[in-house]
C-alpha cells in the first residue's frame, strides 16, 4: 500500500515539477549529482525489464540418490532403488513414503515424494544389503515391496498379496 501511494506521489511530483526539477531536487537531498542518480535510475529500470529468472528444475529422484549414494557399498542397489522410486514403484505413494521414513524415526513433514527423496535414499543408505536386496527382488517380482506388505499388515488395512495366493 506504501508502495502503491509513493508511486502515484512520485508521478504527481514529476507532473508538476518535470524530470529536471525532480533530478535536481534529488541531487541536492541526497548529495549525489544528477548523473549518478539517472545511472541508478537506469539500473533499476533494467533490472525491472529483465524477465525473472525461470524456476530451477527440481533435480530427478536419481539424480539426487546418486549424489547420496556415491561410494556406498550397496551403490548399485540404491540405485535401482531410486529408478524404481522416479518410476514409482518404490514407495509410489506420499503415505508409503512418510510410513518408510517413520521407521527410521523421520517425522518431517514432507509435502512430496520428491520432497522426500533426500531423505529416503538417506535413510536406505543405512540399511544392509540384504534388506535393500529384498526391496529390490520383491519390487522385481512385480510384488509389492516388504516394506509396504509389512506395513499393510500392521496397519491392518488390506490383505497382502502373499495371503491371496
Known sequence: ????????EVELI???YGEAAVLKALSTA???????????IKAIQEKMSKPS??????????????EIVADS??????????????????????????????RFDITKDVKSR?????????SLKECSKLELKEFVSDIDSG??????????HIMGNRETKSSNN
Open 53 to 66: 529468472k525461470a524456476p530451477r528444475s527440481k533435480k530427478q529422484p536419481v539424480d539426487v540418490a546418486r
Open 30 to 40: 541526497t548529495g549525489a549529482t544528477e548523473e549518478q542518480i539517472k545511472e541508478k
Open 73 to 102: 557399498a550397496n551403490e548399485n542397489d540404491l540405485l535401482k532403488l531410486a529408478a524404481l522410486y522416479q518410476g514409482k514403484q518404490f514407495l509410489p505413494q506420499l503415505k508409503d513414503v512418510k510410513r518408510f521414513l517413520g
Open 143 to 152: 510384488g509389492e515391496s516388504s516394506f509396504a506388505k509389512l506395513a499393510d
Open 114 to 122: 520428491n520432497d522426500a527423496t533426500k531423505l529416503v535414499f538417506e
Open 1 to 8: 500500500m506504501k508502495s502503491e501511494l509513493l508511486q502515484i
Open 14 to 16: 514529476l507532473l508538476k
